[in-house]
């Protein structure tokens, strides 16, 4: 039976979205199933009392000169949004409604709203701009709209990030595969070598 | 000319002594020079706000598992020291008075003072450890203790530390080659795939 890999992300990080980017082209090489898991890793980060990267001194020009070089590097356009980070929830209870009625439109849907706004640098955080971008995949405008509003798919995204929180899941990307975890875009390389290996 | 790459480390740093092991070799293959540059990483820690990472829920038991996990991968010994951080002012001191006499001895004692610290648990931040294992490789005790206390060499270890701050060095380890910057052990595949292309 093939392996399953679960890929964690919240849809503001850009490490997240790199790896979205490359994550099934990886399962197709290993022979795995990705299942993508979108929570909201702003509760995460308080437990961690850590802020986000382009809030540190230093850091934050370095992450900025470092994910267009990883960018460039693997082929992947990337535009540094405009404002950054942002409220992630839409997404997220789009992703989870479109999951249970079609797993790989949700995948597909996930990956337009990433480029959305780290290439087109649009604000995914905004009902309407994830209901437009879902319309242009065919995805029907009054039935997602509803959906935004539906108590169960408001509490699929809360049970997705208190999931996360509760298996130590604490960064965007994170990758677990045979209870292993491998954090961020850079463990990629460790991560198929674990699969293909099974582990060491 | 041969390029020169720039490794700066904190002698207490565990990714900073896997780097350690591997920079070399790296080197070779791209026919470069490195200049060790080990300083105290707690300067720059106050100035990001930052802990080290056994200090942060979730993140200290993961680096744990990563840092074994990388070790394994990479063949090389290492087991978590039982005091972690340490201070390494002396290791510093011990490694920039005999930079000014033998820069590849120099080399010679860091990599002897990491691989007592992250293999033998042997505690480095104490004069009369470093002096032992200095002894070790043939340098002279007496010479050596005398150096420790060199208003000229505490100064090189405050330059070396203040310089780093200066020119935007925060992490351990962390490369520079052609003013580009690289943090982290984990970007070692990426400096290499820069140096051999020159850049992209």
Chains 1, 2 share one sequence.
Not at 125 to 138: E, T, Y
Request: charged share 30%; glycine share 6%; hydrophobic share 40%.
């Amino acid at each position: 039976m093939s392996k399953t890999v679960d890929f964690y992300f919240d849809f503001s990080s850009p490490y997240g979205y790199l790896s979205s980017e490359k994550i099934e082209d990886l399962a197709d090489r290993c022979d795995c199933t990705v299942v993508w898991r979108p929570y909201l890793m702003g509760v995460v980060m308080k437990i961690t009392e850590r802020k986000p990267l382009v809030h540190i001194p230093m850091l934050s020009d370095y992450s900025k000169k470092d994910l267009n070089r990883f960018a460039r590097f693997e082929g992947i356009e990337f535009n540094q949004p405009s404002t950054f980070p942002i409220a992630t929830v839409v997404a997220c209870r789009a992703y989870y409604w479109l999951e249970r009625i079609d797993k790989e439109k949700a995948k597909e849907l996930a990956r337009a709203l990433f480029r959305a706004y780290f290439i087109q640098d649009e604000m995914i955080s905004q009902r309407d701009v994830v209901i437009s971008i879902a319309a242009g995949l065919g995805i029907d405008s009054n039935d997602l709209r509803a959906a935004l509003e539906d108590v169960s798919i408001k509490q699929a995204v809360r049970d997705a990030t208190d999931g996360a929180v509760k298996q130590e899941i604490f960064g965007s990307p994170f990758f677990v595969v045979d209870d292993e975890q491998f954090w961020g875009h850079d463990r990629m390389g460790l991560l198929e070598a674990w699969i293909k290996t099974g582990g060491w």
